[in-house]
């Protein structure tokens, strides 16, 4: 995929896996980085001692939160900038679903699918990625989600006909 693209060849992308990240090591530092940034200590995230103990994981995971949150360096890793985008707004999340924990030292990475590109006003483009975060070794995905985001262009930029 090449590292841009314009705002006309969006359409011709639905459908089509348009990036796949570097892979992140998710280590203990980062993991206890984020429970002390949400407030979130839970002795499966922040205890390996105890999580190795008491859980099924063999120690600590990952807050799905965590794991949710990495999609933006992923994004930023792999996908092509909108050569008119002027700004990008985080828009929200359809259907996220936590499928495997992420543990302790584990590496995943993220997909994205194009599943939708339109126009909205004279200098916005909605657009839709159904991502997934593989899990290294694991044969199901960490997650599972629909990642609206809206790009921001000057309304002179926008494609004729578009």
Excluded at 56 to 67: D, R
Excluded at 74 to 79: A, E, R, S
């Amino acid at each position: 995929m090449p590292r841009e693209i314009s705002l006309s060849e969006v359409s011709s992308l639905i459908g089509q896996e348009i990036g796949v990240s570097k892979w992140i090591t998710v280590d203990q530092t980062m993991i206890d980085a984020f429970a002390g940034a949400t407030d979130d200590h839970q002795f499966i995230h922040v205890d390996p001692v105890r999580a190795a103990a008491e859980t099924p994981f063999g120690g600590t995971i990952a807050h799905g939160f965590l794991t949710l949150s990495l999609l933006s360096t992923m994004n930023y890793d792999c996908l092509p900038k909108i050569r008119e985008q002027t700004m990008g707004i985080n828009y929200g999340f359809d259907k996220v679903r936590f499928m495997t924990p992420v543990k302790c030292g584990k590496r995943i990475r993220g997909h994205f699918v194009l599943s939708e590109g339109r126009f909205r006003g004279a200098g916005m483009m909605m657009t839709a990625y159904d991502v997934t975060i593989e899990i290294e070794g694991e044969r199901k995905p960490a997650l599972t989600a629909t990642w609206m985001t809206i790009i921001q262009f000057d309304p002179k930029d926008r494609p004729e006909g578009l």
